[in-house]
């Protein structure tokens, strides 16, 4: 509740009867300026606008005796001096002797409210100021409006007599073609095809509502609507009868020139009675365009007497518009053609500084022989209707720029259920076109399950009744869904609405978190998984965890609204005493506290106990917490020893170890890493790890950089390292950097441990000699043992040879013997030499395709063609040392194939993946081995010969042997096979390097 009331855009206080604010929100700073202790320490009645302060008043005191507000309107000053004007609904609370007020600041809609009225009374003034008759038609032709003036000319007393007429009515003879042919053009939006530019005008004859005939002059104009469209016809008309009896009377006079000279001084007196009453400017210039003659209207426009004209010419007598006035003259008199209602601008010498405005006709003047001998000029003032006309544009264009930029959604509407016009406020917030909102019902926008009560908002509308901060859900283009609050008002005249609707998706949201915090709220007191409670200033139960009833034993009893000591009477003093100082304002606690159970055992507990303040800042009760630690003593006091275990093992083992940051600082290392460079902790410690002296090159201290970074990475990073001991030789280590990981698999730090391998180095490297040693005897010792045994065999082929037919079957029988047991000698000794060999060569590590591997051992072993090995399908690869494997395979293969007691037998091989290794199982049907042979038959020389072959030396298994385990892996012999002979061992999917 506090953050809805620290964020909440609108004004939120709590006033007491005293009329000052107890607590205000931070918008009320942010919109008057002042600081919150500014605020309330004055009575909120001094910050009321003087016209305001009777009315505030008076709706304080109905508030005080009980009474809610809503949507009060008053002014309030700001720090600055300006005035807001503010929105207030308000509920009292009697008990508590306040008030809780919420208001918004509607300071820019009341300005736009009084532009709007300004702007109304504006155009009202330019229709009712305006000396023409204005008519507003309906399309079907029906006058709808007139303005007073217009009433007048048409002498109607009561408007309502002529509403809703037909506007052709009024004209007469062909005048009514006229008029038809000016509504038409108007109503097809001012353009007819193959129509004259001027058939929108027309003078013409009709009689007013009492009969009087007169002229009048016509424009007939569309009024279109947003979308372009023409929505009305404006009739302007103005009485020109006495303009239509000077002009003809003029032709009159004009005909009776020519008809009889004797009556031209007649004709020259009308014409000067013309020139002398017209209420237009009338002059006559010659061909030289001199003023001729000049009447009294146009000598005033023009600002100098008529006699001052007359000789003179224009750009003497208007030398500033004299070079736009000129050519006009000049076109008139050299095409013949007269100039119509040309509307000019321009200074004159009666105002200086001053643009004035004037409708222009200009007629050529001809003689008896048609020649234009001058021009003839009738100037009407416009300047005053210019300016009016000015200021209604001006209008409509600050109505259409509020309306086009209002962060507001503002529209017009009809009963049909249509939006007749949008501002651009609708795309932005709802994503669709002007064009999709006016061509759709308003109702398609709408969320399904507001569309209800929005369509009873919209039948209340039609029924003349306003909607007031009338709330629903609007669809937007993406999908989304933004919540609007909308006010409208009905104007059943145009059978339309007009609404302003402002997006409240946020506060709507707000609410909702609002709701969906007091409800975890409820639920995290409930369900907290440790013991806690609040009181009122009683002692009284409010709510409790659950942890806390189970605590104290309260499961199956109503404890809101108890006190504490009624259910718990014998409540020591001193924890009456500690409630009593928490009431007054203390917050007490303890880490650690021993709490004797009944059964006689005994806790720790971690326990709080603090005030809590109601929106006055007045203490409402005290909250109180406990918590059992009982566990948490049991692990720290394990910790602890665990810890002095780690250390000692950390600092009494013979590793180099130290722990590093992410950085690679230093944070710690142990006894063994100081003694190996003879160098105290505070030398080390606390520099980074490639400035301390293991590492004297800067080759090396570039290689720890990279292994660090690897190492923060998340990967584990080992190689061999030299560094100068305090004896000065080198020391040779494994060295190793490990990453530490937290809880959520971070990286926090870093384990360096070094192995001193310098003895083992040695080792090996003395091994590495022994090993060339042995080889070498071992080549000696097979050259020198095969030797004579190629040559006893060779001796006893040519004796056999040198006496062929002489031998006897038993003597023939005994030299092959011989050769067999030649033969078996030699392979044992190369047997040996294998065994001796194995596991010291080193082989490369690459990709094993085992379908390809056991293809190849197949095909070298070369099976009888009866027999039958069946493989498994989706045979995995994996890198391994290929030749070794290779050997492991063949042999095994081999000795199935050559121990079966027949071609046509069969085996089987399978392999398994168990995780860090492959099990493989060679499997044959043949004769088996007895079960009394099977702990010897990897011993060296110990063959297991069923078929008493000769070619048996007993140390192919030995050598298989050695191969697995050199590899990491393990052979045995499946003891539970019924029949034949079933070999199995593992080999490591990562082979020891």
């Known amino acids: 509740m506090d953050r809805f009331f620290d964020l909440a855009i609108d004004l939120l206080g709590v006033v007491n009867l005293d009329g000052y604010f107890a607590r205000i929100n931070p918008a009320c700073e942010q919109i008057l300026g002042f600081t919150s202790a500014e605020i309330m320490a004055q009575p909120f009645i001094d910050f009321l606008h003087p016209n305001d302060i009777a009315a505030t008043m ?110 052709l009515e009024f004209w007469q003879g062909s005048a009514r073609e006229s008029a038809q042919t000016a509504f038409s053009t108007a109503l097809a939006g001012g353009v007819v095809r193959g129509a004259s530019l001027q058939e929108n005008r027309f003078d013409g004859f009709g009689a007013t509502a009492k009969g009087t005939p007169k002229w009048w002059e016509v424009v007939v104009t569309p009024i279109l609507d947003a979308d372009g469209q023409v929505s009305q016809i404006l009739s302007v008309s103005r009485d020109i009868t006495e303009r239509q009896a000077a002009l003809g009377e003029r032709q009159q006079a004009a005909s009776l020139l020519q008809a009889q000279q004797a009556t031209i001084g007649q004709q020259l007196t009308e014409i000067e009675a013309i020139y002398r009453t017209a209420p237009v400017g009338l002059s006559f210039t010659d061909t030289n365009l001199q003023f001729v003659r000049i009447n009294e209207q146009l000598a005033e426009i023009n600002g100098m007497p008529v006699a001052a004209h007359i000789g003179r010419t224009l750009r003497e007598v208007l030398p500033e518009m004299a070079d736009q006035l000129e050519p006009l003259y000049r076109q008139v008199m050299e095409s013949g053609e007269p100039i119509l209602n040309l509307e000019v601008s321009g200074i004159v010498p009666s105002q200086p500084g001053v643009e004035r405005h004037w409708l222009l006709c200009y007629y050529p003047q001809r003689d008896a022989e048609e020649r234009v001998v001058g021009v003839n000029s009738i100037v009407q003032e416009i300047t005053e209707r210019k300016r009016i006309e000015a200021a209604r544009l001006s209008a409509e264009q600050e109505r259409d720029r509020f309306f086009e930029r209002s962060i507001d959604l503002l529209s017009i509407g009809n009963f049909e259920g249509y939006f007749v016009r949008v501002n651009p406020a609708f795309e932005r917030l709802l994503g669709f076109t002007e064009a999709e909102f006016v061509s759709r019902p308003f109702i398609d926008f709408v969320h399904p399950d507001d569309r209800e009560s929005t369509i009873a908002a919209a039948q209340g509308l ?21 919540w609007v609050s909308w006010n409208a008002t009905p104007y059943q005249q145009s059978n339309c609405w007009y609404s302003v609707g402002r997006d409240v998706t946020d506060r709507k949201r707000l609410e909702a978190q609002l709701r969906q915090r007091e409800s975890q709220l409820q639920l995290f007191v409930k369900y907290v998984p440790v013991a806690l409670a609040m009181f009122d200033r009683d002692m009284c139960y409010l709510s409790a965890s659950d942890v806390w009833i189970d605590n104290h034993e309260l499961r199956d009893r109503e404890i809101v609204g108890r006190s504490h000591y009624d259910l718990y009477p014998e409540q020591p003093q001193e924890w009456q005493e500690i409630h009593q100082r928490c009431l007054a304002g203390a917050i007490e606690s303890c880490e650690e506290d021993v709490f004797p159970r009944p059964d006689g055992s005994i806790d720790w507990m971690r326990w709080e106990v603090r005030p809590w303040y109601t929106d006055t800042d007045e203490i409402g009760g005290i909250i109180m917490f406990s918590e059992t630690i009982t566990e948490r003593k049991r692990q720290s006091a394990a ?65 720890l950089r990279d292994a660090i970074a690897t190492a923060a990475s998340g990967r584990f990073v080992r190689y061999e390292v030299e560094f100068l001991n305090p004896s000065g030789g080198m020391t040779i280590t494994d060295f190793s950097l490990k990453p530490m990981f937290d809880e959520v698999g971070r990286v926090e730090s870093i384990v360096a441990e070094a192995h001193d391998i310098t003895a083992r180095k040695q080792a090996q490297a003395d091994l590495e000699q022994r090993n060339q040693e042995l080889d070498s005897f071992v080549y000696v010792v097979s050259h020198d043992l095969k030797a004579p045994l190629r040559a006893v065999a060779n001796l006893s082929q040519w004796i056999e040879d040198d006496l062929e037919g002489q031998l006897t079957v038993d003597t023939q029988s005994q030299m092959t013997l011989l050769r067999s047991r030649v033969d078996r000698m030699a392979a044992t000794i190369d047997g040996l030499l294998d065994y001796a060999r194995c596991g010291r060569e080193e082989d490369e590590i690459e990709p094993v395709e085992l379908s390809r591997l056991l293809a190849e051992v197949i095909d070298s072993v070369a099976p009888p063609p009866t027999f039958t090995i069946d493989l498994p399908a989706d045979l995995p690869t994996f890198s391994t040392k290929r030749l070794p494997l290779f050997q492991v395979l063949t042999n095994l293969v081999g000795n199935g194939i050559k ?30 081995i007895p079960l009394e042979h099977h702990d010897r038959i990897f011993t060296i020389f110990q063959a297991v010969n069923p078929q008493n072959r000769s070619d048996s030396t007993g140390i192919g298994l030995a050598i298989v042997k050695k191969i697995i385990e050199s590899q990491g892996g393990r052979i045995w012999l499946d003891t539970d096979v019924k029949q034949g002979t079933r070999f199995c061992f593992t080999w490591p999917k990562i082979i020891r390097v």
């Open 58 to 167: 008076a709706v304080f005191e109905s508030l005080s005796a009980g009474n809610s507000l809503v949507n009060f309107e008053n002014r309030y000053r700001c720090k600055d001096g300006s005035y807001r004007w503010i929105l207030w609904s308000a509920i009292p609370e009697p008990e508590r002797n306040l008030i809780y007020a919420n208001g918004r600041d509607i300071t820019e809609r009341k300005r736009d409210e009084q532009l709007l009225r300004q702007s109304e009374e504006l155009n009202r003034l330019i229709l009712e100021t305006s000396c023409d008759c204005i008519k507003v038609l309906d399309l079907a032709g029906r006058i709808i409006y007139m303005n007073d003036y217009g009433q007048s000319l048409m002498e109607i007393d009561d408007f309502d007599t002529v509403v809703n007429r037909q506007w």
């Open 639 to 703: 910790l602890f020893q665990s810890e002095r275990k780690f250390s000692a093992i950390f600092n009494q083992t013979f590793q180099l170890m130290g722990l590093l940051n992410l950085d690679g600082v230093l944070l710690e290392a142990n006894h063994a890493a100081l003694k190996s460079v003879a160098a105290p902790k505070s030398e080390i410690v606390g520099k980074s790890f490639w400035d301390t002296p293991w590492w004297h090159t800067e080759q090396l201290q570039q290689q």
């Open 899 to 928: 121990h079966h007691y027949s071609e046509a037998g069969s085996m089987q091989i399978s392999i398994a993946d168990c995780g860090d290794c492959y099990e493989f199982a060679i499997a044959d049907d043949g004769a088996g």
């Open 462 to 482: 039609a029924n003349g009744q306003s909607v007031i901060d009338f709330e629903n859900r609007c669809q937007c283009q993406d999908g989304s869904i933004v």
